[in-house]
């Protein structure tokens, strides 16, 4: 049993060793499908933060992750191309990717939050997902983007002075965004905008009392969240070098809730081991099975059942009074 922190510094430092791992046994696939985790894993981390700290259930975070992905498809498959793209030439530098995708998820979550934020519990959670599936219906009757045979990019984006196409620097740049996040929202979490999230997921009606108004809270908090998300969805776009309309669906929503669920719900580094549980689940039972999805399924009952924290509650170890 572990501290908190002292369980987060293990997990870093064996996500760390893994390529070198797969590179010492020369199994370059374990490297491709850790670089999977830390992404999903990010896109886990945004979902929790308004999950976890803010009580919010998007079941739309899809409409972030894909249209992250889509506009890294979009601005590669032009740069390639040679196209023009609203008076631009797209781009295949990974920089200038990412921030475009940053600030158009940061827009649409800015879009999607202003009004879905009005709402609560279950309208709020058929809201996000409408504005997802809205998304991805578009997706799939927009031809000049693939439909829904979705869109190859053949080579993925360049950063400057590293070779992406080589799977260990790709999976370290995925790792050193996870490691921003999640040491931004630790800061975050404990600044007066974490705090003032926190306490409106417990008490709303008090944060009104002393005259803070908490839909700029959750909005500013969703904003960030969709920022999160948006970015980890143009890494999986990158990594395999291919979207389609399947990354804004409402399945690509729940298995991003499910990540949250089995790491543990308000735990900064749960989804983490969500997403490697979750993984490991998908490559071991996908193999024997196809419906691997209901041992999933009975896994979750178990555990709302009896670990309430998630997976993070077997490996803590928390003062009890």
């Known amino acids: 049993m572990f501290k908190e922190e002292k369980l987060n510094l293990i997990t870093l430092y064996i996500l760390f060793c893994v390529p070198f791992v797969s590179y010492i046994f020369d199994e370059p696939y374990l490297t491709t499908l850790t670089t999977k985790i830390v992404i999903l894993s990010i896109a886990g981390i945004g979902l929790n933060f308004v999950l976890g700290y803010g009580g919010l259930v998007s079941f739309g975070h899809a409409a972030f992750f894909g249209v992250g992905g889509y506009v890294t498809g979009i601005l590669a498959i032009h740069a390639q191309n040679s196209e023009i793209l609203f008076f631009f030439k797209g781009s295949?530098?990974?920089?200038?990717v990412w921030f475009i995708s940053i600030l158009i998820c940061s827009l649409l979550a800015f879009l999607i939050g202003y009004f879905s934020l009005r709402t609560s519990g279950v309208y709020f959670i058929m809201i996000t997902l409408a504005?997802?599936?809205m998304l991805y219906y578009f997706s799939i009757s927009w031809?000049?983007?693939?439909?829904?045979?979705?869109?190859?990019?053949?080579?993925?984006?360049?950063?400057?002075l590293f070779n992406t196409m080589n799977p260990m620097i790709f999976y370290f740049i995925c790792l050193a965004?996870?490691?921003?996040?999640?040491?931004?929202?630790?800061?975050?979490?404990?600044?007066?905008?974490?705090?003032?999230?926190k306490s409106c997921k417990a008490n709303e009606e008090r944060v009104k009392s002393v005259g803070i108004n908490p839909f700029k809270v959750k909005l500013i908090a969703f904003v960030i969240s969709g920022a999160i998300t948006g970015l980890a969805g143009s890494?999986?776009?990158?990594?395999?070098?291919?979207?389609?309309?399947?990354?804004l669906s409402w399945h690509m929503s729940g298995?991003?809730?499910v990540l949250v669920i089995l790491g543990g719900v308000a735990r900064l580094y749960g989804p983490?081991?969500?997403?490697?549980?979750?993984?490991?689940?998908?490559?071991?039972?996908?193999?024997?099975?196809?419906?691997?999805?209901?041992?999933?399924?009975?896994i979750i009952i178990?555990?709302?059942?009896?670990?309430?924290?998630?997976?993070?509650s077997f490996f803590l170890k928390e003062n009890r009074s």
């Open 302 to 312: 178990l555990e709302v059942l009896f670990a309430r924290a998630g997976l993070m």
């Open 272 to 298: 983490i081991l969500g997403a490697v549980f979750y993984i490991i689940l998908e490559q071991t039972l996908g193999g024997i099975s196809e419906n691997w999805q209901f041992w999933l399924g009975f």
């Open 235 to 247: 890494l999986y776009t990158d990594l395999n070098r291919f979207v389609s309309p399947s990354v």
């Open 177 to 197: 965004w996870l490691v921003i996040f999640l040491s931004s929202l630790k800061v975050i979490l404990n600044s007066p905008l974490g705090l003032v999230l």
């Open 131 to 133: 504005f997802a599936q």
């Open 255 to 257: 298995e991003i809730m």
């Open 143 to 160: 031809p000049a983007y693939g439909g829904e045979d979705g869109l190859s990019i053949y080579v993925r984006n360049l950063f400057p």
């Open 92 to 96: 295949n530098q990974i920089i200038i």
